[in-house]
Each structure stands twice: as C-alpha cells, then as structure tokens.
C-alpha cells in the first residue's frame, strides 16, 4: 500500500495510539488525514483534518462518510479500558460496542468509499490482549478477541474489492490507558511507525515487540503453560 499521497481516516485520533496514527500518516507522506473524534475543537493540528465521529453512533458515522469519500485508508483505532470480573457488566457491553461493533460500523460504512477509491486500506488496532485472558479486565480482551477474528474475517471478504486488511498487535504502550501499570512499555509512536512499514509492505500481521511476537507463538502450544507465563499487570 501507498502511503505517499494517500487520504487517512484515524478514529480516536485525539491522543495516544490514534494521534501517534495520525502523526505518522502525514509524516509518511498522507496528502490529507481526518482525525476522527467525539470532540472535533480538541483537534489544533493544522496538518489534521477534524471530523465528528463516535463509533458506537451510526448516524455520526453515516455522517463522517458522507464527509469523508476520498479515503483510501481507514485506521479504526477508537476503544475504551476494561473492567474487573465483579464490575458493570452494562460497562463490559460498552467496551464490545466500541472495539468489536464500532470496529464493524466504521468499516461497513467506509468499504463503499474504499473501493470506489482505488481499493486502499484498513488498519485495525488491535493488541496482544486478543490472544490474553486477562482477569482484570475479561471483557477488554474479549473485545480485543472478538475484534482480532472480525479483522481476519474482514480481510476475506475485503479481498475482491482489493482492499487490504492490516492487523496491529503489541503489548504496553504509554498511554492513559497504562497510567497505573509499572511496566516497561513504547511509545505510541512505536507502534505507529512499525505499522506504516507494515502497511507499505502489504502485510496482514505486524507484532511489534518481541513480547507480542513470542505470544503469537505460545498460540500452538498449552493454554495452562501460556497462561502461567503471564506478564507482570495483567
């Protein structure tokens, strides 16, 4: 995929993983990239494009493609924390409102403009917690699963239309969301940059730390020996 003159679209581009999006997009060479969020004014950049947008209402997303029908490639970033076992479970069905369906709301919405764009791109921010069960937050990994196998499954049905499906997956970032962990974690900008490489090179998968590449790998093996190994935090 072309990055160089293409138009992005970052959901949840405000800060953290989005905003790093956003950034490296441009800095690859993106002629135009709308940062889509709740509360447009809290966008300042000038070299952003600000554009109303909460994934789990569909006449703003209706309305941002309305807006938005030159995009060429589609960044679904947007999503919230997890919650405890013993928490709100009307709060556990929010977190599977905005990564899974606000993940297929988006997309289903901008497929059209995809494709009649040339094909392009979808970005789906995903993380290690798709293949982690995490008992602090069951419901954000959930979600996390959930979004990893409708991007796979996205890839296929996308494939006729010559649209490319990239899969983002890493482990602690920087960012509110890990305010409390004492971890090692990268920065957004990381992940950022280890995605646009990936998405010039067509991949379907991007691991970006060796932590989230040997959890891929802990996949084939026992899920009792991979669950022992769980990292400090979760």
């Given at each position: 995929?072309?990055i ?20 490296a ?11 889509a ?46 919650v405890?076992f ?42 290690a ?33 010559g ?33 646009m ?38």
């Amino acid at each position: 995929m072309r990055i160089e003159g293409a138009v992005g679209f970052v959901t949840g581009a405000n800060r953290g993983i989005g905003k790093a999006m956003a950034d490296a997009l441009v800095r690859f060479g993106a002629k135009k990239v709308y940062a889509a969020v709740r509360t447009p004014n809290t966008i300042t950049d000038p070299w952003l494009t600000p554009l109303r947008l909460d994934v789990t209402d569909q006449k703003t997303i209706d309305a941002a493609a309305e807006v938005a029908t030159d995009v060429t490639i589609l960044v679904n970033n947007a999503g919230i924390g997890g919650v405890r076992f013993d928490g709100s479970l009307e709060d556990a069905r929010a977190i599977m409102e905005t990564h899974f369906f606000g993940t297929w709301a988006v997309t289903r919405a901008f497929a059209p403009i995809l494709k009649e764009n040339g094909g392009g791109a979808i970005v789906n921010v995903l993380s290690a917690a798709s293949w982690w069960a995490i008992a602090d937050a069951p419901g954000y990994a959930a979600a996390k699963a959930a979004q990893w196998s409708l991007t796979n499954a996205h890839r296929i049905s996308m494939r006729s239309q010559g649209t490319h499906v990239l899969g983002v997956h890493f482990g602690y970032v920087d960012t509110d969301a890990t305010k409390r962990l004492k971890v090692e974690k990268m920065a957004p900008a990381t992940v950022a940059e280890a995605t646009m490489r990936a998405l010039q090179a067509d991949e379907n998968e991007v691991l970006v730390d060796e932590w989230t590449k040997a959890t891929r790998t802990a996949l084939a093996g026992d899920i009792t020996a991979m669950q022992a190994n769980l990292p400090p935090g979760l």
